[in-house]
């Protein structure tokens, strides 16, 4: 085993693929092969294939499915028909949509429902996987090894990882390129290696936008580290420039906060003024209302006194008059007994 094939050992025992490969089914086209690469990532290889034989017999037409409701084709992949109870069907609804989004992509990239041609045209195959990123370049891969006859399969993307890591030389010949890596894949380890290395270019090592500071490969690739580095340091000048802007954010807050402190100040020194203003004109309000209370009352009690005075005048009037009618009679009185004597 040559040193760059040791390497290749200790990458993959780093690489966890989030699905597993289905184990091929001899009775299975590709493109029921592919549906069974995404069914995979909800059910386990049995319950795929019983799913993927109801749904054959539920759908003698692959484009009746793609054009029919998740619920339907989940309750086809029960064998319950075409209508079932939701809670019978809702644990298969994510793998009825996912298996629908498979056929939809197969017909947006080749405009129809099989995938046979692939077995035809190894050059165009490999490179129709790299273009359907819901089957991904591990179920890619898959197809690609079913179609070749179980060869090692070899695309661009796979290609570009290898190359990133420093194992291979990038060329755009498939044959040669196979030439290249197959020395590089540990014995009976083909589907490991498309896989594993196929879910690093799905998932990292996109051809122009890498994130390879993700990538459990990172510390083993001349590429990724120059990545990573070219990251850290644009992260950290990112981070420079994020400082420096909350600084200025600060800087602006403060002077604002300033200046609403003071346009508060104002607004109340202002206030104030305005209550003092109001509170002395109410003062001349309240005086002069007194002094007009104080000035009507002296009025109406002066008023009062002088009717008082008019009063008492006309009752010492009224006795004075009585009392000299009273002397009057009682002079007259008078004058008549002294007429009586004479």
């Not at 549906?35 to 692959?62: F, N």
């Not at 017909?107 to 046979?116: I, N, Y």
């Not at 007194?290 to 009717?307: G, I, S, V």
């Amino acid at each position: 085993m040559s040193k760059k094939s040791d390497q290749v050992v200790k990458l993959l025992d780093k690489i966890k693929p989030r699905w597993p490969l289905p184990a091929p089914v001899k009775d299975l086209t590709l493109l029921e092969h592919s549906l069974l690469v995404v069914l995979l990532r909800h059910l386990d290889q049995r319950k795929a294939e019983h799913a993927i034989g109801h749904l054959r017999k539920a759908y003698p037409d692959w484009n009746e499915m793609r054009v029919a409701q998740a619920q339907e084709i989940a309750a086809q992949m029960l064998g319950l028909g075409r209508r079932a109870a939701p809670p019978d069907v809702q644990n298969h609804l994510r793998p009825a949509r996912d298996a629908r989004e498979m056929l939809q992509e197969v017909f947006q990239k080749t405009h129809g429902l099989e995938l046979e041609f692939l077995r035809e045209d190894l050059a165009g195959a490999a490179k129709l996987v790299q273009q359907m990123p819901h089957l991904g370049l591990a179920g890619g891969g898959f197809l690609l090894w079913l179609a070749s006859n179980k060869e090692l399969p070899v695309h661009a993307a796979l290609v570009r990882v290898l190359d990133r890591l420093g194992l291979v030389s990038r060329t755009g010949l498939s044959k040669k390129a196979r030439e290249t890596v197959a020395p590089l894949v540990p014995d009976g380890s083909e589907l490991r290696f498309v896989q594993c290395f196929g879910e690093v270019a799905d998932r990292w090592c996109d051809a122009r936008k890498p994130i390879c500071w993700e990538c459990p490969l990172v510390d083993d690739c001349p590429f990724g580290k120059k990545v990573r580095q070219e990251h850290k340091v644009q992260v950290e000048r990112q981070e420079a420039q994020r400082k420096k802007e909350e600084a200025r954010r600060a800087i602006l807050e403060k002077k604002e906060a300033e200046k609403r402190r003071k346009e508060q100040e104002r607004l109340a020194k202002k206030a104030a003024l305005e209550a003092e203003k109001l509170e002395r004109m109410r003062a001349r309000q309240s005086a002069a209302q007194a002094k007009k209370k104080a000035l009507e009352d002296a009025r109406l009690k002066k008023l009062a006194e002088a009717a008082k005075k008019k009063a008492a005048a006309e009752k010492a009037r009224v006795e004075a008059e009585r009392r000299a009618k009273a002397d009057k009679a009682k002079k007259a009185k008078k004058a008549a007994k002294s007429g009586k004597r004479r």
